[in-house]
């Protein structure tokens, strides 16, 4: 009996320990935010205050760099799904030659190490004049966003019956009404899937503007962030802690308000019974 209480336990005391290792970040975060006298340790702050918060929002450069963060990620995000909407469509609903061939070359561009295509990449946005420029990141990060939006979108798209089209197109609408008034809206929830995972990706990128962005007025919020840690030598942790807490604020948000759409997002069967 004591045999199989332990075996029972054992799986509950590695997760009880990873989950303590994952919250204390967390907890650090969120004490040392309210603490003008915050460290790198854990500890409760002799007096709780949003000083912090103030000083952070009240920077110039960190407002202009979570604007520019918010920028970067909602239009590439809102390009992503249009384009893998539009993308997505022939794949789903017509039987292409070459389909399967295409579908493998786009889950091979997945797999890609970033590291790998940058130097490239740096190369090209210097000679057609793309460096340094927002929109230049925004045109990249959806390039390589596209393939696995393009994969999740058409998964999305299966679910939804043809027969729902066709009547559409019986009543005398074109393919892209019967796309935008017919089908969309049947697949909201994989749109909300590939939004977020496309907005997640984009505003925690650092790698990227890092390296296709050379001044500071235009570098996202990922980017400040890691310049926290250079300012006159020294670490303000309680600056850090609250920026920190503002810069997963969207994220969380985002995953907050369209929680019931990720747990349904590929579960569209069944749309044409009734």
């Given amino acids: ?100 061939i295409f579908m493998l070359t786009i889950l091979f561009m997945t797999a890609l190490p970033m590291t790998a295509v940058m130097v490239p990449v740096y190369r090209l946005f210097l000679t057609v004049k793309l460096y340094n420029s927002i ?8 390039a390589t966003s596209l393939p696995y939006g393009i994969w999740l979108m058409k998964n999305s798209m299966d679910g939804v019956p043809m027969e729902l089209e066709e009547a559409a197109k019986v009543d005398g609408a074109t393919t892209l009404t019967s796309i935008f008034k017919v089908i969309v809206p049947l697949m909201f929830p994989g749109i909300c899937v590939v939004f977020i995972y496309t907005f997640s990706g984009s505003w925690g990128n650092f790698f990227v503007p890092y390296i296709l962005l050379s001044t500071a007025e235009k570098m996202p919020a990922s980017v400040q962030l890691y310049q926290f840690f250079g300012q006159n ?42």
């Fill in 1 to 100: 009996m004591k045999n199989a209480r332990s075996k029972k336990a054992a799986p509950y005391i590695v997760l009880s320990i990873l989950a303590v290792v994952f919250a204390l970040p967390l907890v650090w975060v969120v004490l040392a935010s309210l603490d003008l006298n915050a460290s790198s340790g854990v500890k409760i702050p002799a007096q709780f205050t949003l000083q912090n918060y103030i000083e952070v929002i009240k920077s110039q450069t960190n407002q202009r760099a979570l604007r520019n963060g918010l920028i970067i990620s909602l239009f590439q995000s809102l390009i992503v799904v249009f384009i893998s909407i539009l993308a997505a469509y022939p794949l789903s609903r017509f039987e292409l030659k070459c389909k399967k």
């Fill in 135 to 142: 929109p230049g990141v925004i045109l990249f990060m959806t």
């Fill in 233 to 274: 030598g020294m670490v303000v942790y309680g600056q850090l802690a609250a920026y920190s807490a503002l810069y997963a604020l969207p994220s969380i948000i985002l995953y907050v308000l369209s929680q019931s759409y990720m747990s349904k997002g590929f579960n569209l069967s069944g749309a044409a019974k009734g």
